[in-house]
């Protein structure tokens, strides 16, 4: 649902591209000749650098200064490739140049302004990502291959940099627009100055609800992984590596081949009972096996730092038997057939079976995360299911859909039903408040921005090089 009037270039400046971070700290470019003296650079990147005999240093291609920040060519390519590649419309290399110059703007008035900033938080973020890059490449020397790296330091300080930046950025936009807040007469000014001909246009819309049954873990499987799981802990205990058995036995992919390392707070989002195990030890203690709803763990404390701690984890999940997932399929079937007899509504059968707790007191109706009201738009539907419900009518209901936990891999079995349809159709101010509610209030929003920005530029060291001169943007950049 997109308006004409709400510029995309305004639009961008919500954009967290993850781009090249220059490490310099502030300088000036000289017009003529694109140099800068060598104090003001940092010392880390003149082995990439080329040193003149008067001592400056050459920089090819520094396209703009915001700040303390260097916006280099190689940054504005690779933004303007992320643009295109996530399809956010028409885009152009000016419209990159200029959506990272603001987030350099903001960052660098985060810092300015001394905006809250946890060094370990960024660290953390970025041990969790690189886990996950390694989980998708396959191994940590493809991973370097892939971005050209040299070692993983060369690496993990690229990305603290990169998120460094992006969270500051981050920080000062929120800080702009926390307190913004849109009344419902401003919603209803907002949508009936939409001219006639640009009122958006609603896709086609569905609520859905869902049934979950899966498979009981028997007592004979919980029992040998917790008789594992004490195994490896008297083993540590008795002066064995808890990170080489993490490596070669837990099931958590995205910790596995950190030797199962994890530095969490107690502000970050990771259930209860793996929380007060971790808050709960001394360093090189090890848990004994608790259960969470990812399975079962036992966990050692390697270091306290403050209100965070690094703790290495080992995930067991009990195996599934064969027959307790032809049980589970038997279930759901029967329940889908009487749903069909008519002999009970799909609501009070997903309060009566269905394990998915999230859903089960609502009669398994699905809320829609992204703007906490019921409706999906078809076409955005989770692709695994888009085929299941696309030509279902309202309330009928899906085939028994055999899937599998995204982290476990577990088998369980579902149920799906279209609980309403909206066909495509103009925005209404009714219907659809919520979306246009939502629109209202991005685009006060964007006017707050755009009013920061446009004072802050006025007191910010900027400048803007070459042929970026002529964007249409640069002149509200560049001061008289």
């Known amino acids: 649902m997109n308006l004409k009037f709400i510029n995309i270039k305004t639009i961008l400046c919500f954009c967290s591209l993850v781009t090249s971070v220059s490490l310099f700290g502030q300088v000036t470019v000289d017009e003529k000749d694109n140099l800068l003296n060598d104090s003001d650079v940092d010392k880390a990147v003149l082995e990439s650098t080329k040193v003149t005999e008067d001592g400056r240093v050459k920089i090819d291609g520094v396209a703009a200064v915001v700040g303390d920040y260097l916006v280099l060519e190689s940054d504005i390519l690779k933004a303007y490739q992320d643009m295109k590649n996530q399809e956010i419309g ?235 997932i032809e049980k589970a399929k038997k279930e759901i ?25 999230e859903t089960r007191e609502s009669g398994g109706q699905l809320i829609n995360s992204a703007t906490g009201d019921r409706r999906f738009e078809l076409t955005k539907v989770d692709p695994s299911i888009y085929d299941q419900v696309s030509e279902l009518k309202e309330n009928e209901v899906s085939r028994v859909i055999k899937d599998s936990e995204p982290r476990t891999a577990k088998t369980f079995f579902k149920l799906i039903t279209v609980t309403k349809r909206i066909p495509e159709h103009i925005a209404e101010f009714s219907e659809d408040y919520t979306k246009i509610r939502e629109l209202a209030l991005r685009q006060k929003k964007l006017k707050e921005i755009k009013a920061w920005k446009k004072e802050k530029v006025k007191d910010t060291y900027i400048k803007i090089n070459g042929e970026y001169k002529e964007c249409e943007f640069a002149e509200s950049w560049i001061k008289k």
């Open 90 to 324: 028409e885009v152009s290399y000016c419209d990159a140049a200029e959506t990272i110059m603001e987030n350099k703007l903001f960052a660098h008035h985060a810092v300015q302004d001394s905006l809250p900033f946890d060094p370990e938080r960024i660290e953390s973020y970025t041990q969790q990502q690189i886990s996950q890059f390694v989980q998708q490449t396959g191994s940590m020397q493809k991973l370097l291959d892939f971005y050209k790296m040299e070692s993983e330091d060369e690496l993990r300080d690229q990305l603290m940099q990169i998120n460094k930046e992006r969270m500051l950025a981050e920080s000062m936009q929120g800080e702009i627009v926390d307190d913004v807040e849109i009344t419902p007469e401003e919603t209803r000014q907002f949508f009936e100055a939409i001219p006639e001909d640009e009122v958006p246009m609603i896709s086609n819309e569905v609520e859905l609800a869902q049934i979950i049954v899966r498979p009981e873990v028997g007592e004979k499987e919980r029992q040998a992984v917790i008789d594992k799981l004490n195994s490896y802990r008297e083993d540590v205990m008795s002066g064995g590596s808890f990170a080489t058995k993490a490596v070669l036995y837990s099931e958590d992919r995205g910790s596995r081949s950190q030797g199962g390392k994890i530095t969490l707070s107690r502000d970050d989002n990771f259930v209860k009972e793996f929380k007060d195990a971790a808050f709960s030890l001394q360093e090189g203690e090890v848990s004994r096996p608790f259960e969470t709803e990812f399975g079962w763990h036992i966990l050692m404390v390697e270091k306290i730092r403050g209100q965070q701690v690094d703790v290495r984890h080992i995930l067991l999940y009990p195996e599934i038997s064969s027959e307790a």
């Open 333 to 357: 079937e029967l329940v889908r057939e009487k749903i069909v007899n008519g002999d009970v509504s799909f609501g009070d059968a997903a309060r009566e079976v269905s394990d998915e707790k």
